[in-house]
């Protein structure tokens, strides 16, 4: 049975992606493919695989739950999964036999994981974050010397497989000196575990935007996000890498599309009220129609009277209150939409493209707030597959 709406997800556009990133990526750097959040909303499910055609070979999640996904989606495909976020102590033990790998950023969870492997007789696959200057989860200094002397102790049954942290806000030039403090900060926490003998596979650090801006954080692994879905992670970064040329094109791009079809078409008289309430009156006589999407698919209700889509090529506003499950669009300036016509929330319909970063123009969304809103039920297809 048809939904209301459903996403494609363009196989050559997410081939564009993963060659404009690896070709910028040193030859020994490995690229972490980032999919917490249903994979920004792509689908776990169709992205993966996909991304395992164009060579994804590691992947990073935010919690054991997401692993546990990302699992029975490989099946028996050779890649690697990183938890950068939540695991409960109860699933170390899972992640430790499944050979999962997890970020490690207080000395409960380091001494949980430690203790398990030793009862297990089988290592624990750890990165260490540091804290560097992001207060938010990362293992802070005074801590440092403690847990050295625990991997020391129990380096039979761990491989450290990395150092890392995450930046504050790389994507913005006035963050540009406190990441360049944290850049300094993990080099010399870094140093400071190798003195006590404590050495790690890999160093990484660089989300999408420090992977662009600074090109010091490459170090043995990146850790690519929105990027490889096709977005910037701001327009201060685009500006910055890409925006130097007298006629700027984006080399990536869009990986997603968001579409679904009029439910109805009305005549509206001028002088009365479209939808609830009170907050759209027709100044004049209306043509509208009603999709069957709202803010229950995740098309946000901040989007009431001043959203957009596409209708017969053209870009028409979405009036009144977004619903639940239903909005409004204003197509008095198209000729003959009829029921069944093919509406574009987010993609390209003939000339005009409405880009998923486009709302935040209309909302006080984020790209990246919109795509893990999507609802994991809207069916998603794969289209321009090789």
């Given at each position: 049975?048809?939904?209301?709406?459903?996403?494609?997800?363009?196989?050559?556009?997410?081939?564009?992606?993963?060659?404009?990133?690896?070709?910028?990526?040193?030859?020994?750097?490995?690229?972490?493919?980032?999919?917490?959040?249903?994979?920004?909303?792509?689908?776990?499910?169709?992205?993966?695989?996909?991304?395992?055609?164009?060579?994804?070979?590691?992947?990073?999640?935010?919690?054991?739950?997401?692993?546990?996904?990302?699992?029975?989606?490989?099946?028996?495909?050779?890649?690697?999964?990183?938890?950068?976020?939540?695991?409960?102590?109860?699933q170390?033990?899972?992640?430790?036999?499944?050979?999962?790998?997890?970020f490690?950023?207080?000395?409960?969870?380091?001494?949980?994981?430690?203790?398990?492997?030793?009862?297990?007789?089988?290592?624990?696959?750890?990165?260490?974050?540091?804290?560097?200057?992001?207060?938010?989860?990362?293992?802070?200094?005074?801590?440092?010397?403690?847990?050295?002397?625990?991997?020391?102790?129990?380096?039979?049954?761990?491989?450290?497989?990395?150092?890392?942290?995450?930046?504050?806000?790389?994507?913005?030039?006035?963050?540009?000196?406190?990441?360049?403090?944290?850049?300094?900060?993990?080099?010399?926490?870094?140093?400071?575990?190798?003195?006590?003998?404590?050495?790690?596979?890999?160093?990484?650090?660089?989300?999408?935007?420090?992977?662009?801006?600074f090109?010091?954080?490459?170090?043995?692994?990146?850790?690519?996000?929105?990027?490889?879905?096709?977005?910037?992670?701001?327009?201060?970064?685009?500006?910055?890498?890409?925006?130097?040329?007298?006629?700027?094109?984006?080399?990536?791009?869009?990986?997603?599309?968001?579409k679904?079809?009029?439910?109805?078409?009305?005549?509206?008289?001028?002088?009365?009220y479209?939808?609830?309430?009170?907050?759209?009156?027709?100044?004049?006589?209306?043509?509208?129609?009603?999709?069957?999407?709202?803010?229950g698919?995740?098309?946000?209700?901040?989007?009431?009277?001043?959203?957009?889509?596409?209708?017969?090529?053209?870009?028409?506003?979405?009036?009144?209150?977004?619903?639940?499950?239903?909005?409004?669009?204003?197509?008095?300036n198209?000729d003959?939409?009829?029921?069944?016509?093919?509406?574009?929330?987010?993609?390209?319909?003939?000339?005009?493209?409405?880009?998923?970063?486009s709302?935040?123009?209309?909302?006080?969304?984020?790209?990246?707030?919109?795509?893990?809103?999507?609802?994991?039920?809207?069916?998603?297809?794969?289209?321009?597959?090789?």
């Amino acid at each position: 049975m048809d939904n209301t709406s459903y996403l494609e997800l363009d196989a050559s556009a997410l081939h564009n992606n993963f060659e404009y990133i690896r070709n910028r990526l040193p030859e020994r750097t490995i690229l972490s493919h980032v999919i917490k959040g249903n994979a920004y909303g792509h689908g776990v499910g169709q992205f993966v695989p996909l991304a395992m055609d164009y060579g994804a070979r590691h992947f990073s999640v935010f919690d054991s739950f997401e692993a546990y996904e990302l699992k029975q989606c490989l099946g028996d495909h050779p890649a690697r999964i990183m938890i950068m976020g939540m695991i409960f102590d109860e699933q170390i033990e899972w992640a430790i036999e499944n050979d999962i790998e997890f970020f490690v950023f207080e000395l409960h969870r380091l001494k949980r994981a430690l203790a398990t492997a030793r009862k297990m007789k089988k290592p624990a696959l750890i990165h260490l974050e540091l804290e560097t200057g992001m207060n938010r989860t990362g293992l802070e200094k005074a801590f440092w010397p403690t847990a050295a002397r625990l991997l020391k102790e129990y380096e039979d049954c761990v491989e450290l497989m990395g150092f890392c942290t995450h930046f504050a806000g790389a994507e913005s030039i006035a963050n540009h000196i406190r990441i360049r403090r944290q850049i300094k900060r993990f080099r010399r926490g870094v140093s400071r575990f190798n003195e006590h003998g404590v050495k790690a596979h890999y160093h990484h650090t660089a989300c999408s935007a420090a992977f662009m801006r600074f090109p010091q954080t490459h170090m043995d692994m990146v850790r690519i996000g929105i990027m490889q879905y096709g977005f910037w992670p701001s327009m201060e970064t685009y500006i910055a890498t890409e925006g130097a040329s007298e006629n700027p094109s984006d080399p990536l791009r869009r990986v997603i599309s968001w579409k679904s079809r009029v439910m109805s078409t009305k005549r509206v008289d001028k002088g009365d009220y479209v939808g609830y309430g009170t907050s759209f009156l027709a100044t004049q006589d209306m043509q509208v129609v009603a999709v069957p999407v709202g803010y229950g698919h995740g098309f946000s209700r901040s989007l009431s009277n001043s959203g957009r889509a596409l209708v017969r090529g053209e870009r028409v506003p979405v009036i009144g209150t977004v619903n639940m499950n239903m909005m409004v669009l204003d197509v008095s300036n198209l000729d003959n939409v009829e029921t069944g016509d093919e509406v574009v929330l987010i993609g390209q319909q003939g000339e005009r493209r409405i880009d998923v970063s486009s709302f935040s123009d209309y909302s006080d969304q984020l790209n990246y707030e919109l795509l893990t809103r999507l609802p994991k039920d809207i069916p998603r297809y794969v289209v321009n597959a090789s």
